[in-house]
């Protein structure tokens, strides 16, 4: 039998495995398709190494419960991520696997509570098309491979809609309902929204107005007591941390309690002073590329769509709180593509029944059959540009390294992507063009994840820097930065020393002088971009490009001979925070 038609039943065949099986297997592709290339790569800018370097701080002082940042207290986010870096990393002992295991384990929960809630709303191949759905998403690939909150909180709160859904729609279960509420609770104390699953009892509440009779036994006075949990949940990290503050009894740390509990929370939701973008960002630059080709598949499956939302409340619930998490997340003017990656679990839930029994529009599978061949011509061309040294590509890959080698070696990855991309499409020509789409990036993702972390290891990680430095700076010698960077202190096999993230540069540059001049063997970070008051950069030894900065090494004849003394002496030295690396 030719290979195309019998792919094209296959499917069939997997979903008719007794439902165990065809978990297990489902569970296999995901584990497989996630847990590809952890351990291959370091942390990378922005947040990664910053979690990564809180977390490591963590196993080596053995404080946990105020998270520190270069001995400095780190307020922007709660601990729960990073307890969970800290505890692989303290039960591994491999940084470069434990900042990553958090996130990858999260998102397999995710794919698994996708499935199973699909399956017991409707069957298991709606189970099995709603968590292949969302592995299709690129965006919730890209977050189960990164260190960054949003997976981590995205499963917890898949965790409560999960509960809330199975309580309101399959069958009352009280023990789901406060389960659900419980990780709402876990979700705040993550990352602060994790509170969105709240929105489903807005088309929940609805329902019941429309039809009375609707949820017996689930909507009743005890629903009342579910606040009560999360914030149970909540208290037992917030009173800790309030009596250690307490405790404490200092500046820095009373900053850090009403930074945490109110600058990164209501302040920064309504009046953010980062990320700032139109109300329409998520709408056009964020949820047509990251989560295709779901919003194209929603428009090719609109009319049964609409109609399934009739005859089946659920989809409509979901449908709805979809919405409202885009919605909620629009009027915040700071916004980041990440944040509404929680709705993205139940637009796959909410996607799947209809296309288990309806095709899509006629016009749909040409349509991913052209852009299917459009991105592997892309991705060809753009690999035998690389090779010909193309002077925008140049230039782009200057910003990281000079070595002309390794625009040659991404090229190479990429072109190979685009084989993959065009030999699926001769190969599967006869197949579902979605499935097609779907095997085509499994395979594209695998291949990144080994050789393209190995390419670009090097270029996002500081350490050419710091290695030019640190053939300068003698053993036993110190390292100092200016407006630091905290991939420069978790890769630094020298004591490491900087002056506060929260002071301006003018405060940071006397504060430096005053170190260099009472510390021997003290040697200085900075950009070459930078005007210092007290150092001059004559003299000064180049290191090197990273992260789109060019960087001196100042030494003591960098120093003026004067300088003022700063409002406040602040340095915080962390003694070889690099050691992991061995």
């Given amino acids: ?212 009779t609707r949820f017996q036994g689930a909507l009743t006075w005890r629903c009342a007591l579910g606040p009560l949990i999360m914030l149970a949940v909540v208290a037992a990290w917030l009173v800790p941390m309030w009596l250690a503050v307490d405790h404490l009894g200092t500046e820095e740390a009373l900053t850090y309690r009403n930074n945490i509990l109110f600058k990164q929370t209501g302040e920064r939701y309504a009046d953010s002073w980062g990320h700032l973008q139109p109300w329409y960002y998520y709408l056009t630059s964020v949820i047509p590329s990251l989560w295709f080709p779901l919003p194209l598949l929603l428009l090719a499956v609109l009319l049964p769509l609409l109609e399934s939302l009739r005859r089946q409340p659920v989809v409509l619930t979901a449908l709805v709180w979809v919405t409202l998490v885009v919605v909620f997340f629009s009027i915040s003017p700071g916004k980041r593509g990440v944040y509404v990656l929680p709705a993205l679990p139940l637009l796959a839930l909410a996607l799947a029944p209809v296309i288990t029994v309806h095709r899509p529009a006629a016009w749909f599978p040409p349509l991913m059959t052209g852009l299917h061949g459009l991105l592997a011509l892309a991705l060809i061309t753009v690999g035998i540009l690389a090779w010909n040294d193309h002077p925008k590509l140049v230039d782009k890959v200057s910003d990281y390294t000079q070595d002309p080698a390794r625009l040659h070696e991404a090229g190479s990855l990429v072109f190979c992507l685009g084989l993959i991309w065009l030999v699926s499409l001769g190969a599967l020509w006869r197949a579902h063009a979605l499935g097609r789409w779907f095997i085509a990036l499994m395979l594209s993702w695998l291949v990144f994840t080994v050789w393209g972390y190995r390419i670009l290891e090097p270029l996002r990680t500081p350490r050419n820097v710091l290695l030019a430095a ?113």
């Avoid at 630091?484 to 020298?494: C, H, K, V, W």
């Avoid at 970070?525 to 008051?533: C, E, G, P, Y």
């Avoid at 992260?547 to 409002?567: F, G, K, N, S």
Wanted: glycine share 6%.
């Fill in 1 to 212: 039998m030719p290979a195309a038609p019998y792919l094209r039943h296959l499917p069939e065949t997997l979903f008719n495995l007794p439902r165990n099986r065809l978990l297990l297997m489902l569970m296999a592709l995901a584990a497989l398709i996630i847990l590809s290339g952890i351990g291959l790569r370091s942390p990378w800018p922005a947040d990664e190494p910053r979690f990564a370097e809180v977390a490591r701080e963590m196993v080596a002082s053995g404080q946990w419960l105020l998270p520190m940042r270069g001995g400095e207290l780190y307020p922007d986010k709660p601990p729960v991520f990073m307890w969970a870096i800290a505890f692989f990393y303290w039960l591994t002992g491999n940084l470069k696997l434990a900042f990553l295991l958090p996130n990858a384990l999260c998102s397999l929960l995710t794919v698994a509570l996708v499935f199973d809630l699909a399956s017991r709303l409707w069957n298991q191949k709606t189970g099995a098309i709603a968590a292949l759905l969302l592995m299709l998403a690129p965006q919730f690939l890209i977050q189960a491979q990164k260190a960054q909150i949003d997976a981590m909180v995205a499963s917890w709160i898949m965790v409560a809609c999960y509960g809330l859904i199975r309580h309101f729609f399959v069958q009352a279960s009280w023990g789901w309902y406060f389960l659900a509420w419980a990780f709402m609770g876990l979700g705040i104390i993550t990352k602060g929204v994790g509170f969105l699953p709240v929105f489903l009892f807005l088309p929940v509440l609805v329902l019941k107005w429309r039809d009375g």
């Fill in 470 to 582: 640190e053939q300068v700076v003698p053993v036993g010698g110190q390292i100092g930065m200016i407006n630091f960077r905290e991939q420069f202190i978790l890769f630094s096999q020298r004591d490491f020393t900087h002056f506060s993230y929260f002071s301006d540069t003018e405060q940071e540059n006397r504060n430096a002088w005053q170190w260099m001049l009472e510390t021997p063997d003290s040697y200085l970070i900075v950009a070459d971009d930078k005007q210092l008051s007290c150092f001059v950069m004559e003299g000064a030894h180049p290191l090197g490009t990273a992260h789109r900065d060019a960087y001196v090494l100042l030494t003591d004849e960098q120093m003026t001979e004067r300088c003022e003394t700063p409002e406040r002496v602040l340095r915080f030295t962390t003694e070889t925070p690099g050691a992991w690396q061995h």
